[in-house]
């Protein structure tokens, strides 16, 4: 199975941008598509970004479209969220994910995803 590894968050002011990594080890990347979550004090953990095995297809929640990007890099074994033009609402802890089962399609619901990485807090304050 694969052990995932989550990091980059940190204060940030409105506006501003940050990069969020996820490291892959014990097994390929290659074989896994890749979601990004989150999840605010008091509320579930929602779907963010996802991208399928090649990185052909992404996926995005309306609320991030336009400001955040996700990419791979399967022989780095390491997928990233780039965020831009961050607002308050996005503060919550971000999650990366994977999921064995789907391919170049990836999934966006939560249940899809088997192994998860330990989550890093994104705080967006002035």
């Known amino acids: 199975q694969v052990q995932l590894v989550d990091s980059g968050g940190g204060l940030v002011q409105p506006g501003g941008s940050l990069t969020l990594s996820c490291v892959a080890s014990?097994?390929?990347?290659?074989?896994?598509?890749m979601g990004w979550f989150r999840q605010a004090p008091g509320k579930a953990r929602e779907f963010v970004a996802a991208?399928?095995?090649?990185?052909?297809?992404?996926y995005y929640t309306d609320s991030v479209k336009g400001r955040f990007t996700i990419s791979r890099d399967n022989t780095k074994n390491a997928v990233w969220l780039q965020m831009n033009s961050l607002k308050v609402e996005d503060t919550a802890v971000y999650y990366c994910?994977?999921?064995?089962?789907?391919?170049?399609?990836?999934?966006?619901?939560?249940?899809?995803?088997?192994?998860w990485g330990q989550g890093t807090q994104v705080t967006v304050s002035s």
């Open positions: 994910a994977a999921d064995g089962v789907s391919w170049n399609a990836p999934a966006m619901g939560i249940r899809a995803y088997e192994y």
């Open positions: 014990g097994r390929a990347l290659a074989d896994y598509a």
């Open positions: 991208i399928g095995r090649s990185g052909a297809v992404k």
